[in-house]
């Protein structure tokens, strides 16, 4: 190699390495090709303030609107991998290559994410309310579509990775079965991946599950949602939110806990299987009123104010939900979500 072109490598080579320094960004060979990866933003997160996407719909949404968010003060984002059950195996049902520009995306514009394997949704193909939700076969069934997202994860920065939402709806009465998973999982899960680890537990009518969370860093608590009372009895509804968080401080002790797709349903948009929408509460929960837990765009607004005053010193953070019905932007409670989420 003659000098000028040993001066034009070392250029070439001092170039790659500046832009990768600032701002993350360096290749990697997967089976056929480099693919680009964007490393998270190089900030300090001390709360998390997040929003839930469950499908690539949301996803997209959030990255053409990520200058809304980011007026919102949202910092970090919840990614779902949406797997299915195929005959004998579990897959992606949504296209990894998307999932995998998301994350750049949201990296290149100073978000974080959160990564979470999720199996709760109609079309992962079982009832969750039978034998078909076996417990620990199903969820061994999954492990290996865990570990090789956990793998992503480490390779993309993320900076949560949880290995299932919802993990009761693959362990119908068998709580044990989680815990034992949970457990099996977690030094598999350290050895690929060294950022932080979560695990949902779920809030439902009858109270949440108990599980051997022992070494992870993070207890996800989802499913506290607003009703109809607060508009006339908000007592209540502030009654059951710290009749919550008293119950996972004593079940879960010493754990660090994030708020994860806690919020407040107001229509009139859903997605077809949303268990709280008026039309389909008599199927989901014939004993209560059908619009239970539809709330005006007010209330959706106090609900939120109710709920970060009583949970923020609390928690490491927020996950809100923004699917179909569920969504804050352009109703009174943005304003209150930017408020404190810029606190």
């Known amino acids: 190699m003659n000098v000028k072109a040993r001066i034009l490598f070392v250029s070439v080579i001092g ?13 990697i060979f997967s089976g056929n090709e480099g693919e680009e990866i964007t490393k998270p933003p190089n900030t300090t997160i001390t709360k998390y303030k997040g929003i839930w996407l469950p499908s690539l719909r949301e996803v997209n949404i959030s990255l053409r609107d990520i200058d809304s968010l980011k007026l919102d003060g949202v910092n970090i984002v919840a990614i779902s991998v949406k797997i299915c059950l195929e005959g004998d195996s579990i897959m992606e049902c949504e296209s990894e290559k998307q999932i995998r520009n998301a994350i750049n995306e949201f990296h290149k514009n ?11 949704h109609p079309d992962f193909g079982i009832n969750p309310f039978s034998s078909e939700a076996s417990g620990k076969p199903l969820l061994d069934k999954i492990t290996p579509i ?17 290995p299932a939402n919802e993990p009761q709806l693959l362990s119908y009465q068998k709580e044990k079965d989680v815990s034992d998973w949970a457990q099996e999982l977690l030094p598999k899960l350290r050895e690929i991946y060294h950022g932080k680890i979560g695990f949902r537990v779920q809030n439902m009518a ?4 108990v599980y051997n969370l022992t070494g992870y860093d ?5 499913g506290l949602t607003c009703t109809k009372d607060i508009e006339e009895n908000p007592g209540w509804v502030e009654n059951i939110i710290k009749r919550a968080v008293n119950r996972l401080k004593e079940v879960y002790p010493g754990q660090k806990y994030i708020f994860f797709d806690c ?10 299987w949303e268990p709280v929408a008026p039309a389909n509460m008599p199927r989901t929960m014939p004993d209560l009123p059908r619009d239970f837990f539809t709330v005006s765009n007010q209330s959706q607004a106090e609900f939120y104010d109710m709920f970060f005053n009583i949970t923020w010193d609390e928690t490491e953070g927020y996950f809100i939900p923004v699917y179909k019905g569920w969504e804050y932007r352009g109703k009174p409670a943005e304003k209150v979500i930017r408020e404190w989420f810029n606190k």
């Open 110 to 120: 100073g978000i974080r994410v959160f990564l979470i394997i999720n199996p709760a």
């Open 206 to 209: 009858e109270g949440f599950a």
């Open 146 to 162: 865990v570990l090789k997202w956990a793998n992503i994860s480490e390779m993309y920065g993320i900076e949560i990775f949880c």
């Open 218 to 222: 993070y207890v996800v608590f989802g």
């Open 263 to 272: 919020g407040a349903f107001t229509g009139p948009d859903y997605y077809w």
């Open 15 to 27: 170039t790659i390495l500046v832009s990768c320094i600032l701002y993350g960004c360096f290749f």
